[in-house]
């Protein structure tokens, strides 16, 4: 489902020890868009919890492109 059938509500996180996980969650509760990363709690360093994660899902930052979904600064490996 894409952003145009859908309307976001909230976005869920999945942080593992190894892994972090974050779906773009809609109103009926459907993963709309997932992202994830490598960078685990057990990855990263304790100061820098938030940068990680703002990089991930780049809050502030998204940006619609015509007939997609959000397009972020960088570039997460997609899930699907």
Same mark, same amino acid.
């Given at each position: 489902?894409?952003?145009?059938? *859908? !309307?976001?509500?909230?976005?869920?996180?999945?942080?593992?020890?190894?892994?972090?996980?974050?779906? +773009? $969650? #809609?109103?009926?509760?459907?993963?709309?868009?997932?992202?994830?990363? *490598? !960078?685990?709690?057990?990855?990263?360093?304790?100061?820098?919890?938030?940068?990680?994660?703002?990089? +991930? $899902? #780049?809050?502030?930052?998204?940006?619609?492109?015509?007939?997609?979904?959000?397009?972020?600064?960088?570039?997460?490996?997609?899930?699907?």
């Amino acid at each position: 489902m894409n952003l145009a059938e *859908s !309307e976001p509500a909230l976005i869920g996180v999945d942080w593992g020890t190894s892994s972090l996980r974050a779906f +773009l $969650i #809609g109103t009926q509760g459907e993963v709309i868009e997932g992202v994830s990363s *490598s !960078e685990g709690i057990m990855q990263i360093s304790k100061n820098s919890f938030e940068a990680v994660l703002d990089r +991930l $899902i #780049g809050l502030g930052r998204p940006k619609r492109a015509a007939n997609s979904g959000l397009r972020y600064d960088h570039q997460p490996k997609r899930l699907g």
